[in-house]
């Protein structure tokens, strides 16, 4: 599943390129990919023109001038590819939907522009979804009721940061950090970074974690996620940015996927082990489980 820095990725690439389109036709082959009445999509999504795409946490946002909103969430394998004429903007899962001609097997939904450019959310797996309904009720989504304030936000403070994990004392860190409900979009890759760069062991309780500790790790977190959206998102075998490219953070991973490597803090080789349920990566001398 892609991190925040993928879909944020996705989101600023969309954005350069579909705001002010007017859809005037809009087909799938899955109800459960695009789970709408045909009622519902003739009155409120053909006819109606792209105002802005946002994003909360790791599901993306297109905005309609009709007052509907699409609701998008890639899940592991979904898609959005943008054609106008000879040109392909890609992003998600990179497997050859990206390049090939479409609509092609996988292709769940085709959304047509007035000015015959295309938008097509490819799905292999069937798992994500394009959902349309009434702006002002996409804050009412379950997820988006339960899940946490966004990390990158400049009025998100490190104390803010801090009570987060207040009532999570008795749960490791990592998977304090990997709960949506805590905070959002934070994922495997940028939890082992961001806990490598603050020094923090990932299976140290969060009750033991000391303010001075908060207040790195919220560095941390923030400069991870701003360096990957930089980066394009990592290459972590799923997700390419809006150009179809593969995310270049990973070259830049100081831990993750490090495993038999060198430390690049303190020269200790890196292991993997288990915490939360997940493959994780750690420095045994720069993070002492406490």
Known sequence: MPELPEVETVRRGLNNLIIGRAVVAATSDNPRSFPNSPADVQAFLVGASVTAVRRRAKVLM?????GYTLVVHLK????????????????????????????DKSTRVT???SDGSHLYFNDQRKFGWVRLMPTVEVPNIDFMKR??????????TADQFADRFKRRARTTIKAALLDQSVIAGVGNIYADESLWGAKIHPSRLVGSITAAEFKKLYTEVRAVMNLS????GSTNRNYVNAEGKRGSYMDFARVFRREGLECPRCGTEIVKIRVAGRGTH?????????
Not at 62 to 66: C, Q, T, V, Y
Not at 80 to 101: K, M, Q, T
Not at 229 to 232: A, E, L, V
């Open 62 to 66: 297109i905005d309609l001038s009709s």
């Open 76 to 103: 592991m394998t979904g898609q959005l590819v943008f054609v106008e004429d000879f040109s392909r903007f890609g992003a998600g899962h990179p497997n050859d939907s990206l390049i090939g001609n479409l609509p």
């Open 111 to 113: 959304i047509e522009f």
């Open 147 to 156: 899940v946490g304030p966004e990390p990158l936000e400049a009025d998100f």
């Open 229 to 232: 959206i930089d980066k394009g």
């Open 282 to 290: 750690v420095c045994p001398a720069c993070q002492v489980d406490k």
